[in-house]
């Protein structure tokens, strides 16, 4: 236990119970150790063992504090009653006895209630306070940190976040200080990247995500387990690693249900959900989404954004506005504001999208995080452009290109590239216009977005066609094929065929955008790409090779691909 070898603390603890059972001390540990090694039943089971080994040593005290952690289980399961019960337990065997150690977590745990299920911040800072004063005197450290940070978000939730968030950052400063129990630092650190997830504060939950794996990695854990790979998937979404975006949040739905977390596997399926609709695979998405609604998660606003990329504008509508009609948060309303003003200016409705800006524009009236201000720039830019506005358009896209630039986060950045290409051809600099679409098209090829790289590549081909003379150029032109495509349709079917070829596409624009590669023509199975040079262009044909074969030893089939390569000079129109 002491070197975090959980499996082997595990099993050591189990072989030494056959033996002779164990103490409420090492029942401790076994529990320990079953949370850890994702021992779901085992959990439970060693914790009521632990609690009445304590009862029958004689130390209410230990068994108390068992009391509570067995309700903080039952809280994870969703399984409110049985907490309710385990924590009365626990205050019965602590009445009377303010120097039992449980009285403060007692008094933090009432007080996050009153927060987070009842909707009370102001009545929930006394019992942080009173939690931080018994913390104070006992020396606590772990009760400290977690009273500190609950305290913090009820101070936020009450609508000052500078002081909120500070409190927030102090209780951080005990995760990666190394000062709290595995436990501990777990729940601190996942509840502070999940809390910056929501507001939208992605640059303050990458910086304490960094330093807390550093220190994770350093003894050997893995944080809460699941629940903190859901942020830190929506962080690699957030700058453009799909991949390991996808990683993380089939991780963390794995994961979930082993350590009965059942309140947030809605959440994991959402985030695979978001991953793939931005990939283009618009089946597999949906399927997440129906997955997280079955879990109990909203699938709103993803799945009305769905709805327009699957092309039935009115059912992202109708969707998105049932959304808007159920009462939540601001920052939610925010999100599903977002999605109403893109679908509606989809649906030749700038009417109700600029009813959505002026709405968000309220609402991110309140808050300093860079996000929420260039989303609202962006909806902002976005509704003028429709209103043929191009002089009012142009500076609030201009300047939500620049935060999500600082925030690094490259398909937002693609995204606005597009309207402010859009924005230019309006005005007439056809120029300025390919330079903004040449880069979107660079930035959704580099991460695998197919369909908002083909309506960039679209848009790029008309504007670049009238921007300027057919001109001649020196470049290095690569074709690829799929060696007998036709015959592996026959021998996989359709379905396969086309997963296979999503993913080859995925991973080849990717490739080619990564050594600066220009798709000029993509066929059914081949790409005609045009590279600055021949060593550019050999380069990336090794890439793809080796990401085939990698493929091949890891899932057992990769399709064969031919790819011819040719340095001349040519004639180039438009795109």
């Known amino acids: 236990m002491e070197r975090h070898a959980w499996k082997e603390a595990y099993d050591g603890f189990v072989e030494a119970d056959r033996q002779t059972p164990l103490s409420g001390d090492d029942l401790r540990l076994l529990g320990q150790a079953a949370w850890w090694t994702g021992q779901g039943d085992g959990i439970l089971d060693a914790m009521e063992r632990t609690y009445r080994a304590y009862l029958g040593e004689g130390n209410p005290p230990a068994a108390a504090m068992t009391a509570l952690e067995m309700a903080e289980q039952h809280m994870l399961r969703m399984s409110m009653p049985q907490a309710s019960g385990w924590l009365a337990r626990a205050a019965e065997l602590a009445e009377g006895h303010p120097e039992y150690p449980v009285v403060g977590y007692l008094t933090a745990v009432r007080g996050f209630i009153k927060m987070a299920f009842e909707g009370q911040p102001q009545e929930a800072l006394p019992l942080f306070d009173e939690a931080l004063a018994i913390a104070a005197r006992t020396a606590d450290r772990n009760l400290y940190a977690t009273a500190l940070h609950d305290k913090g978000q009820a101070v936020c939730a009450m609508g000052s976040f500078g002081e909120g968030l500070a409190l927030m950052d102090e209780a951080m400063v005990a995760v990666v200080g190394g000062e709290l129990d595995a436990h501990y630092t777990g729940r601190v650190y996942c509840s502070m990247i999940g809390f910056c997830s929501h507001l939208g504060d992605y640059r303050r939950a990458a910086e304490w995500t960094d330093a807390t794996l550093r220190w994770c990695e350093r003894q050997s ?318 380069a990336a044909a090794v890439g793809v090779q080796r990401a085939l074969a990698e493929h091949r030893r890891a899932h057992g089939f990769a399709p064969q691909v031919r790819i011819g390569v040719h340095a001349a000079e040519a004639t180039r129109r438009g795109g």
Not at 353 to 368: K, P, Q, R
Not at 370 to 388: D, I, M, N, S
């Open 221 to 538: 854990i893995t944080g809460f387990p699941g629940l903190c790979r859901i942020p830190r998937a929506e962080l690699h979404r957030l700058h453009g690693d799909l991949a390991t975006a996808e990683q993380e949040a089939r991780l963390a739905a794995e994961e979930l249900p082993r350590f009965n977390i059942r309140f947030a596997v809605g959440d994991a399926s959402y985030e695979i959900a978001e991953i793939r609709r931005r990939m283009g695979d618009l089946a597999a998405a949906e399927e997440s989404y129906a997955r997280a609604g079955e879990s109990g998660r909203d699938p709103e606003p993803g799945l009305s954004l769905l709805r327009v990329a699957q092309g039935k504008i009115e059912a992202a509508v109708a969707g998105i506005g049932r959304a808007l009609e159920t009462p939540t948060d601001p920052l939610t309303r925010l999100r599903r504001l977002v999605a109403q003003a893109d679908i509606a200016l989809a649906a030749g409705d700038p009417d109700t999208a600029e009813a959505a800006s002026a709405e968000i524009d309220e609402i991110v009236e309140g808050y300093d995080v860079t996000a929420l201000h260039a989303a609202a720039g962006r909806v902002r830019g976005a509704v003028r452009l429709e209103r043929g506005d191009t002089q009012g358009a142009l500076p609030h896209l201009q300047e939500a290109r620049k935060r999500w630039q600082e925030l690094d986060a490259p398909f937002e950045v693609a995204e606005v590239r597009v309207l402010i290409g859009r924005t230019f051809r309006a005005m007439g600099d056809e120029d300025a216009a390919v330079a903004e679409l040449r880069a979107a098209c660079t930035a959704f090829d580099r991460f695998g977005a197919l369909l908002a790289g083909a309506a960039a590549r679209e848009l790029l081909g008309e504007v670049a066609a009238a921007a300027a003379a057919p001109e001649r150029v020196t470049r290095a032109f690569m074709f690829t094929d799929i060696v007998k495509s036709t015959d592996l349709v026959r021998a996989i079917g359709d379905e396969a065929w086309e997963d296979l070829l999503a993913w080859h596409d995925q991973t080849l624009r990717r490739l080619f955008a990564s050594h600066g590669g220009e798709v000029a023509h993509h066929t059914g199975d081949g790409f005609f790409v045009a590279f600055a040079g021949s060593r550019s262009a050999l």
